[in-house]
């Protein structure tokens, strides 16, 4: 009985250890690097036909390809669909399609799910080109207050009594639709005049709502007024990223265009780019990003018109071919998952017209489930365009990030604190937004070990507090 006793607790304190172990190298590769590149991995990734997805999987960790009614297949060369790795997995589109990519732990605890859309191949002309933009948004925008001295000798605010705050977009008066400052000042006075209340249609966050206002007798103006500022376009210089060859379809500055007053994105009713010349740089340096200072060209002639305002830039057609002597030919995109840490290039204008490469090193790619900004973290290496600007200036924001002959992004932000430096959002987003590609819905949150993300990754990936500013 004591001897059965003894190889009980001797099996006992065997799987203990054998379980203990096994627990020890869980949690020690839930903080090493093979975790964190496979768990940060999007859920849902884009290939282009031609391109090869590659993953670097280690111990514990198995990968299996999964077919999806064989409308896809994906080839790991020289590896087993299914086994435990120590190298890089190298994963090639074949076919048009969608599949889907299962890593686990030791082959049996589901780790996490990757699913692989195979797109034909992506040819655009890349942008660089310098452009004005002249967006006119939907109503007028409220930009401020501005209090009315009456006959009698009083200050009084009566839109602001009535409610219509700065960041409102007047839709309509009395069912008349607006489009312009005068226009909205001459419906105001001929209602004053006429001794009538005005009904106002406002645009706030989401939805609409109507607004009473009783026009004043201006002592200053002797017309009659409700005490706003209103603004009805926006206009700027930005660059533009790529065109498609055969639908003239355009991306062009890589974020969204907001009111300079209410910083309030700018529902673009009528839009248009034409074309700009580079006079002079303001040189960015630490805590006052530079900009460049542009002038139209010939501002009647329309380039294009702008149909979207967007989170990744502005969208619409362009009226004919643009020539990019650096690139006369349409060239392939590369989706994030083949974008590299190292060299690459951007495309922009610094002096007239002439467009010119500079280099740039991608110092960090955000891979990124949904469309989100800020996707690549670059650096200006070009010592001819630091000399030149100090490094990213306001105005380069859409200029095109080219890597290994591929087009992979646009440049966004730069840091305030470092003009040097600045984000990038991916080329997927912007397509996407263009319609070029078919835009999915966003991916839900992630469900499967994601109290071991907020436990496991460095703090220091989590306390990276860069104060940008939109260019």
């Not at 054998?18 to 990734?45: D, E, V, W």
């Not at 009395?174 to 209340?197: C, F, H, L, M, Y």
């Not at 992004?409 to 959002?425: N, Q, R």
Request: charged content about 20%.
């Amino acid at each position: 009985m004591e001897e059965n006793m003894t190889r009980f607790n001797r099996l006992l304190s065997s799987r203990l250890i054998l379980a203990m172990l096994i627990i020890s190298t869980i949690f020690a590769f839930c903080f090493s690097p093979q975790f964190r590149n496979i768990y940060g991995l999007p859920m849902h990734i884009r290939v282009i036909e031609g391109e090869t997805a590659l993953f670097d999987v280690n111990f514990p960790l198995t990968v299996r390809v999964k077919q999806d009614g064989g409308s896809i297949r994906i080839q790991a060369p020289e590896l087993l669909p299914t086994m435990a790795l120590s190298r890089p997995v190298s994963l090639e589109p074949v076919k048009l399609g969608q599949s889907t990519i299962e890593f686990k732990l030791f082959g049996i605890i589901p780790f996490r799910t990757v699913k692989v859309d195979v797109l034909p191949p992506i040819k655009l002309v890349p942008g660089g080109h310098s452009i004005g933009v002249v967006l006119r948004s939907q109503g007028v925008i409220v930009v401020g207050n501005s209090p009315i001295l009456t006959m009698q000798g009083q200050y009084v605010t009566p839109a602001k009594d009535a409610g219509i705050t700065v960041g409102d977009v007047i839709i309509s008066i009395n069912g008349t639709p607006v489009q312009s400052d005068a226009q909205v000042a001459e419906i105001i006075d001929e209602s004053g005049k006429n001794k009538r209340n005005i009904d106002v249609l406002l645009k706030r966050a989401e939805g609409q709502q109507h607004v009473t206002v009783s026009p004043v007798l201006c002592h200053d103006t002797k017309r009659y007024r409700i005490g706003l500022f209103v603004r009805d376009s926006a206009a700027g210089v930005g660059t533009l990223s790529f065109y498609e060859s055969e639908s003239k379809i355009y991306g062009a500055l890589g974020h969204i265009i907001t009111d300079s007053d209410t910083n309030q994105p700018i529902d673009c009713e009528q839009g248009k780019i034409v074309l700009a010349t580079v006079s002079g740089i303001q040189h960015g340096k630490r805590g006052h990003p530079g900009e460049k200072i542009g002038v139209f060209i010939e501002e009647d002639h329309l380039l294009g018109n702008i149909s979207k305002n967007t989170q990744f830039g502005i969208y619409g057609e362009l009226n004919a071919r643009l020539v990019n002597e650096k690139y006369p030919e349409a060239i392939p995109v590369a989706s994030m998952s083949q974008i590299q840490l190292g060299p690459a290039e951007m495309l922009t204008v610094v002096d007239g017209q002439t467009i010119e490469q500079f280099a740039i090193e991608i110092q960090k790619i955000n891979l990124q489930e949904s469309p989100e900004s800020k996707g690549l973290v670059v650096k200006v290496t070009d010592q001819r365009l630091l000399e030149k600007t100090g490094g990213i200036v306001q105005g380069m924001s859409g200029s095109p990030i080219i890597q290994n002959g591929k087009l992979v992004g646009a440049i966004t932000h730069v840091f305030v604190h470092d003009p040097t430096s600045g984000y990038g959002c991916f080329v997927d987003w912007m397509l996407m937004e263009s319609g070029i590609i078919p835009k999915n819905e966003r991916q839900s949150a992630r469900k499967l070990f994601s109290f071991l993300a907020d436990f496991c990754v460095p703090a220091s990936n989590h306390l990276l507090l860069l104060i940008t500013y939109t260019i």
